[in-house]
Structures are given as structure tokens and as C-alpha cells.
């Protein structure tokens, strides 16, 4: 992540790495599902979709805790943004 001053350029920085991992990840889920190995499907999902969390708590928060359990996150980012 590029560190540049000004909250919203460290913020759009957040966005376009989150957003570029998570990507990436997904990319990597739909593979693993053309290949049919769904361990790994699940395994990249899961982190595309936690890296897309931390994406938004960042973006618009500047800040993110270190959690891994999607269900907490869901529920720390639908403060933010209920959509």
C-alpha cells in the first residue's frame, strides 16, 4: 500500500489494494472451482470476501482490526454502510 499524506489519498489507496487483492483472489476462487478442487475454492472466497471488508473498513475509517471471522466484519462494516 502506497503511504502518501492526506487521509483521502491514503484512503483511495486502501480501496485500489483491497479492491485489486480481493480480485485476485476471486480470480483465483473461480479457477479453483473450474478445476474442481472446492477446498481451495472455499479457502479463496473466504479471502477474497474478508480482503473486500477490510477494503471498506479501511477506506472509509482509515482503520481495520485484525480479524479473520467474516461474521464480525460483516458486522463491523454494515455499521458503516448497511447496504
Same mark, same amino acid.
Given at each position: 500500500? *502506497? !503511504?502518501v499524506a492526506g487521509g483521502g489519498e491514503v484512503a483511495r489507496g486502501y480501496y485500489e489494494d483491497g479492491f485489486e487483492t480481493?480480485?485476485?483472489?476471486? $480470480?483465483?476462487?473461480? $479457477? !479453483?472451482v473450474a478445476d474442481g478442487v472446492p477446498e481451495?475454492? !472455499?479457502?479463496? #472466497? %473466504?479471502q477474497a470476501t474478508e480482503r473486500l471488508h477490510h477494503c471498506l473498513l479501511l477506506t472509509l475509517t482509515l482503520y +481495520? *482490526?485484525? +480479524? %479473520?471471522t467474516l461474521s464480525f466484519l460483516r458486522a463491523q462494516a454494515? $455499521? #458503516?454502510a448497511p447496504d
Open positions: 500500500m *502506497l !503511504a480481493a480480485g485476485q483472489f476471486y $480470480r483465483q476462487f473461480e $479457477r !479453483a481451495v475454492a !472455499a479457502f479463496d #472466497l %473466504h +481495520s *482490526l485484525k +480479524s %479473520h454494515e $455499521r #458503516l
